[in-house]
């Protein structure tokens, strides 16, 4: 079984950097696709990032695409999300998950993913 943990949150003023490092621990880490979440107060958990097993493809939502970049290094069992220019809108618990298999028409739903973290929390002020 696959148990992921997220870590890498706190506060940040509008406009400083982040970076978030999510964890694997179990078998067969490196064959696993990985998606970064997010989920603010009051609001539905929201896709932000996810990258193939190969690290070959990676996407990004539209709110974040230019901002935020989601890399992995398959030797360390670890996924990065690397979060620049952030925003107040931008604060949420973050959650990292990861899928045996996941199409790329469902690859931003949350749905889609088997495992997930606890998540980290990140607080962007203005």
């Known amino acids: 079984q696959v148990q992921l943990v997220e870590s890498g949150g706190g506060l940040v003023q509008a406009g400083g950097s982040l970076r978030l490092s999510c964890a694997a621990s179990?078998?067969?880490?490196?064959?696993?696709?990985v998606g970064w979440f997010r989920q603010a107060p009051g609001k539905e958990r929201e896709f932000v990032a996810a990258?193939?097993?190969?690290?070959?493809?990676?996407y990004a939502a539209t709110s974040v695409e230019g901002r935020f970049t989601i890399s992995r290094v398959n030797a360390e069992n670890r996924v990065y999300l690397r979060m620049n220019s952030l925003k107040p809108e931008d604060t949420a618990v973050y959650y990292c998950?990861?899928?045996?298999?996941?199409?790329?028409?469902?690859?931003?739903?949350?749905?889609?993913?088997?495992?997930w973290g606890q998540g980290t929390q990140v607080t962007v002020s203005t």
């Open positions: 998950a990861a899928a045996k298999s996941v199409p790329t028409a469902t690859i931003r739903s949350a749905g889609g993913y088997d495992y």
């Open positions: 179990g078998p067969s880490f490196s064959s696993l696709h």
């Open positions: 990258i193939r097993w190969t690290g070959g493809n990676t």
